[in-house]
């Protein structure tokens, strides 16, 4: 799935607390539930994020992009982030089924990662610092040994995590999500409100969506609401609403057989010749152009690949 960045946006995150004791440095949780339960939040430890089941748009820093089933990403620390699993067709009911390592820079010492056995380690951490994406390839390489954190235990449980790891410092099929010059605003202020405004967006962007109701969620007139958006996103309200709508758009050009009027109008613009030039303006590509290019990329037969311990992922 290709992404669809929106540079420069800085939403106000919550600082999430790991619940990891003193006397450990590893989090390990399975996510079985109808809805990411997270807000947009960050923690100083690393994560590991693996998505079995559920599709939707993943925002890290300030790269907003679609993920889905095998989505794998690797996040350095204070890296502000949300999951928003998509609600529309089949998907709409499947619950979000996801597995999260989270671990303590404690884990691995400053001193070890200049040691040269640590060196791709310590540059795979160098790169997180961005949000890592690695492909279906690597997903499938490191999905069992994911899976075996959740009943590893002590030692065992190191020394898993330390072979994931070794992988995905070895994989040469990753990406960086967040721009590289990203850097995050995390204090508190203004948390609820940007919160308001972000899923008001995401929940309706279908349909008709007002910058009245927009800016009465969060009790602002248009004018104080149009410099507070600016300010914390760098984008108009209309910009960032437009993005959205067009990466709901480029998921259904290369997920269903609908034709381009279609889509539009699924996508929440209410002619064609708008849906045409802000496509184009946003992928510098015409919807069209869009497909056709997606489908010459990936012309080899789609089929299911099964791992060993009967994953089944559809990339």
Known sequence: MRNHEAKNIIMQAYLEKIPIGQSAAIYVKELNMPQFDAPLHFHPEYEIMMALKSRGVRFVGDNVSDYQEGDLVFLGPNLPHYWHKSADGMYGETPVHAIVIQFSEALIGQSQLEMVEFSA????????????????????????????????????????????????????????????????????????????????????????????????????????????????????????????????????????????SEICYESGFNNLSNFNRRFKEIKKMSPAEYRRLYNKENIAPKQNFIKADGLKVTP
């Open 121 to 260: 380690i310590k540059t795979l951490f160098e790169r997180s610092v961005y949000g890592l994406k690695f492909s279906t390839e690597t997903f499938m390489r490191v999905n069992g040994k994911i899976r075996k954190m959740l009943h590893a235990n002590g030692f065992e449980r190191v020394i898993c995590l330390f072979e994931i790891l070794h992988e995905l410092a070895s994989a040469d099929d990753w990406q960086s999500l967040a721009t590289h010059g990203y850097k995050p605003t995390l204090n508190h202020a203004d948390n609820d409100r940007i919160e308001k405004i972000y899923r008001y967006i995401l929940d309706n962007y279908r349909g008709a969506i007002e910058l009245e109701e927009a800016a009465s969620l969060i009790n602002m007139n248009k004018s104080a609401f149009c410099h507070f958006f600016k300010k914390r996103t760098r984008k108009n309200f209309a910009q960032f609403v437009n993005e959205t709508r067009i990466g709901h758009a480029a998921k259904m050009l290369i997920e269903t057989s609908k034709n381009i």
